[in-house]
């Protein structure tokens, strides 16, 4: 062997050449490192292995892969598995150990080096590859082949003899047909095609909008949101809603008798977008995402205002009713009529319901920013804000807006002082009513049995949206009127809240304040000598069916009809009642009178008289 071979022999480690596992009891040659090498020695001075071991590292030094042979095929116990040539006679071999039993406690050694250069010693089956469907499209799911086919079919036939395309009123039918949206998306949907203004829609450019566009595969939610939403921008604004709500008002039958006075249109829009933005914009900053339009129940209502002839059918949001409440109660405290109030106007709503502490709180913009350009005063959207809060207290916007003025210091807790604070101008309120007072220490232990808090030392926001009860709480400290009522606990009005569990508090009051502003105002009429005998009679039959659907066949006593009597007929309080109801346990004492459908119809002979009727 040469020299330069014997060097490089010499500095070969015998790892790398792979030799058979040793047994168990041929483990000592390890541990024995002096007969070891000297074993090796012997087994290298063999001219097979000088051969053999010179001609590997040559090969290596060239960059020629290995390809290792056994060095002595005649022997019949060389094998596969033992590549270099015996060291030991023919027919002394001993017997190989196990290659890998798995049980066997003996950990295989990672080797490194000459044996990782070719894959014939040691042969590497690489892991196949798992091809993951693509699962994100950043515009949405492509359109299938055949679902894109039966679209533009149907397309195609709604397109059918208008080669130059559909104007803007015929349009909608393409809308609600193709698009499954509401009617009133026409103009909107048809202005976001023809961005040229051309006045025409053609079937290749509805295609290339809603198929192409990949609109069609889109929820419902994201298309309206898209539709709606400014180029460039990842959020809803007011005035995006604004559209919408004149070509509603435009084209519903419900709205119709709106046409003649654009005033009102207006405020009833800006009150159903107010609606819309105080229960959907959760985060408050008039910018509504698409993560809160899906969440909120908007297209829900929006669909059912455009099936429903009625819209005050349509309580959420779109109802007219609703407006007409809030519209009046405000023009109520607004006795300038400058569209704006400040803290007096405000103190006297719901007949001096709330306490000084409360309004001045309000007034300090902390539940919510004015948007009043005016310093100091309210404006109509902030008075929508407030109504709604005040009158449905269940509801997570008005828990929020609650909760932010009882929390004085801002930590995002109510303590004992806090809640005291506000408690004590009530308490002064119920001793000037000579109204037996409750002491704070048992209003903070029924607040605690009410809302059973995390930590009885103080409430924290989860705790009143873990709660039926939260509303009651906020009535106890700063509304007198509620809180009477609250403890007074009618069991007919438990009984109404069962039967329409759907319902909310914000309904019923709607219900209530609307028919005794429509009372109020045919009274108005009557007095003055202008009303319609035909209007005053079916206006109080529809008083008479509504008051009787509110009372659900009980003849507890009406608080409008009885509003409304003590204006009109002389005496103690009325009731309406069925014959049914005579033996009812739930009926007033003698003292008072009980009428019938004959006494309704001596209402409505003196209503006729009033307004000058022979």
């Not at 055949?146 to 015929?170: T, V």
């Not at 450019?205 to 069609?216: E, H, K």
């Not at 809803?236 to 004149?246: A, G, I, W």
């Not at 329409?500 to 219900?511: C, G, M």
Request: proline share 6%; aromatic share 12%.
């Amino acid at each position: 062997m040469s020299s330069s071979s014997s060097g490089d022999v010499a500095c070969l480690d015998a790892d790398l050449l792979q030799l058979p596992e040793l047994s168990p009891l041929d483990l000592n040659l390890k541990s024995n490192h002096q007969f070891a090498q000297h074993l090796f020695d012997h087994w290298l001075s063999l001219p097979d292995s000088n051969r053999l071991v010179t001609s590997l590292v040559n090969d290596v030094k060239a960059g020629i892969p290995l390809n290792v042979t056994t060095g002595n095929s005649s022997s019949p116990h060389a094998t596969a598995s033992s590549p270099l040539p015996s060291m030991f006679p023919a027919g002394s071999v001993p017997p190989l150990s196990p290659r890998s039993i798995p049980a066997s406690p003996r950990i295989t050694k990672q080797r490194t080096g000459l044996s990782n250069l070719s894959s014939s010693l040691k042969p590497v089956s690489e892991p196949l590859k798992e091809l993951i469907p693509q699962f994100y499209f950043q515009n949405g799911r492509p359109v299938a082949n055949e679902l894109k086919e039966q679209s533009i079919l149907r397309i195609n036939q709604f397109f059918y003899g208008y080669p130059d395309g559909l104007q803007i009123n015929e349009f909608k039918l393409v809308t609600k047909e193709i698009c499954k949206l509401p009617s009133f998306f026409s103009t909107t949907l048809f202005k976001k095609i023809d961005v040229n203004g051309t006045g025409f829609v053609t079937r290749d450019a509805f295609v290339d909008y809603w198929i192409n566009g990949n609109m069609l595969m889109l929820d419902i939610a994201t298309q309206i949101f898209k539709i709606l939403k400014q180029p460039d921008l990842k959020y809803l604004s007011q005035e995006d809603f604004k559209p919408l709500l004149r070509e509603l008002l435009a084209t519903h039958p419900g709205l119709e008798f709106l046409q003649g006075t654009p005033e009102f249109q207006e405020r009833y829009a800006e009150t159903v977008i107010y609606r819309i933005f105080y229960y959907m914009n959760r985060s408050g900053n008039g910018y509504l995402t698409l993560k809160e339009l899906k969440r909120g129940n908007l297209i829900d209502a929006m669909q059912h205002a455009d099936e429903e002839e009625d819209i005050n059918k349509v309580l959420r949001y779109f109802s007219y009713e609703h407006f007409y409440v809030i519209y009046c109660k405000f023009w109520e405290l607004d006795t300038d009529h400058d569209f704006i109030i400040d803290k007096e106007n405000l103190i006297r709503y719901g007949n001096h319901a709330l306490t000084y502490r409360i309004v001045d709180r309000i007034f300090s913009q902390i539940p919510r920013k004015f948007t009043s350009k005016v310093e100091g005063k309210m404006g109509y959207e902030d008075f929508v804000y407030f109504i709604l809060a005040e009158e449905d207290k269940s509801s997570e916007p008005s828990l929020e807006y609650w909760f932010k003025c009882i929390d004085l210091d801002g930590n995002g807790i109510l303590t004992r002082n806090e809640m005291q604070f506000f408690y004590e101008e009530q308490l002064h309120r119920m001793e000037c009513m000579a109204q037996e007072p409750v002491l704070f220490e048992d209003i903070l232990c029924q607040i605690i049995d009410m809302i059973f808090p995390e930590n009885e030392t103080y409430i924290t926001l989860h705790d009143l949206k873990g709660c039926k009860l939260s509303g009651g709480v906020f009535n106890i400290l700063f509304n007198l009127n509620k809180f009477m009522a609250f403890e007074s606990r009618d069991p007919f009005l438990i009984r109404q809240e069962r039967e329409n569990p759907t319902l909310t508090e914000w309904d019923r009051f709607a219900h209530r304040e609307y028919i005794r502003l429509s009372m109020e105002e045919d009274v108005e009429e009557a007095s003055n000598g202008s009303a319609e005998p035909t209007s005053i009679f079916w206006t109080a039959m529809f008083t008479i069916q509504t008051m009787n659907e509110d009372l659900d066949g009980t003849c507890s006593r009406h608080p409008k009809f009885l509003q409304f009597s003590e204006r009109t007929i002389p005496g103690p309080g009325l009731c309406v009642m069925e014959p049914r109801c005579q033996n009812d346990p739930r009926q007033p004492g003698s003292s008072e009178k009980i009428i019938t459908f004959s006494a309704i119809y001596i209402w409505i002979g003196f209503l006729l008289a009033s307004s000058g009727t022979p």
